[in-house]
């Protein structure tokens, strides 16, 4: 897609943080926004208030764990208008604390929000946008802890890169298509993310180590990046058609470490006769490509 102007965005978290930043971003480039979030009040007050700037923008309640709810906002959305931009970008915080003690719901909650519901995302307006013809983009939300995972909370990381992985396939899925894909992987932002995550939790607040865990995130993440930069560094990436956003280069060292401890851990084949993978193989059974090559 060479320009938002016109289109129709869907976002998923639109009412704060990188959703909304984003969001003001596409309006500003002509784009239309549909804001969808759990928090449907303030999804509905942050549409009133690009609306009174003169764009055209719909909030809707939407808890993207849930399938029912999904399909009441795709219809309502479908109202507004045709969705050609889908950015699934809703994502909450992890539990703290010792692995083996993580409380099974914030798990399972983590992964719905950050991870699953990215499927519900795709079955409601990909289709659609795949069969329209029209150049249409998804955005994907990871995060830079996918690449270079510090040492926080274990079910934040591992969804996050089970987000990256969901990217990764539908880049090859989709690059016969006219959806181009793109994921986001951020640093530190200066969002709302610890008092939602606060919020929204499931089961009783952290209490002791963990809440300060918590508090001190707090703190670090106000020091972060302004959303509105990584909002309108988004829009950039979905005019370029270009599938990797990074937004904090200063983590790039630390990627290259990762990278390179890992392709330097490549030995002999465990079997000296094998002939090797067949990969040319492997992509022709499936009938696809790799790395996004249009067909
Ligand atoms: N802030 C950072 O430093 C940072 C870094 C890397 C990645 N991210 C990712 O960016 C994305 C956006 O987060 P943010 O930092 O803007 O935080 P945020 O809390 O400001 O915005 C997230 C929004 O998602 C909404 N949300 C949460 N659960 C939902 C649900 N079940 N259904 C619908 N909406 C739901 C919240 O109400 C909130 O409005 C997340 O996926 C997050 O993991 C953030």
Redesign the pocket.
């Known amino acids: 897609m060479t320009s938002v102007a016109g289109k129709t965005a869907f976002i998923?978290?639109g009412?704060?943080?990188?959703?909304f930043a984003t969001a003001k971003a596409l309006v500003a480039k002509g784009g239309a926004v549909i804001l969808a979030?759990?928090?449907g009040a303030?999804a509905a007050a942050a549409a009133a208030e690009l609306r009174q700037q003169g764009a055209n923008a719909l909030g809707l309640q939407?808890?993207?764990?849930s399938e029912d709810s999904w399909e009441a906002a795709g219809a309502k959305a479908r109202d507004f208008g045709a969705v050609r931009i889908l950015f699934s970008?809703?994502?909450?915080g992890g539990g703290s604390g010792a692995f083996e003690q993580y409380d099974t719901d914030v798990w399972r909650w983590n992964y719905a929000?950050?991870a699953h519901a990215h499927l519900y995302a795709c079955r409601t307006f990909l289709g659609e946008m795949k069969a329209s013809g029209e150049p249409s983009h998804l955005v994907i939300?990871s995060?830079?802890v996918a690449i270079v995972p510090p040492p926080i909370s274990v079910a934040y990381i591992s969804s996050k890169y089970a987000t990256l992985g969901i990217a990764m396939a539908l880049r090859n899925e989709l690059g016969p298509s006219c959806v181009g894909v793109s994921v986001l992987m951020?640093?530190?932002?200066a969002?709302?993310?610890v008092e939602?995550t606060r919020d929204?939790r499931p089961v009783e607040q952290e209490t002791d180590d963990a809440a300060a865990t918590s508090h001190a995130m707090q703190g670090v993440?106000a020091g972060?990046m302004s959303?509105d930069k990584v909002g309108a560094r988004v829009v950039e990436a979905i005019e370029r058609d270009e599938y990797w956003i990074f937004t904090h280069p200063e983590w790039k060292s630390m990627a290259e470490l990762v990278t390179r401890d890992m392709l330097s851990s490549f030995g002999p084949s465990a079997d000296p006769g094998y002939r090797g993978d067949d990969i040319d193989g492997l992509i022709a059974a499936n009938g696809g490509c790799m790395f996004g090559a249009k067909a």
């Open positions: 998923t978290g009412a704060s943080g990188l959703g979030d759990i928090d303030r939407l808890d993207v764990t970008n809703a994502g909450v929000v950050n939300t995060s830079m951020p640093g530190m932002s969002t709302r993310i939602t929204l993440l972060g959303p």
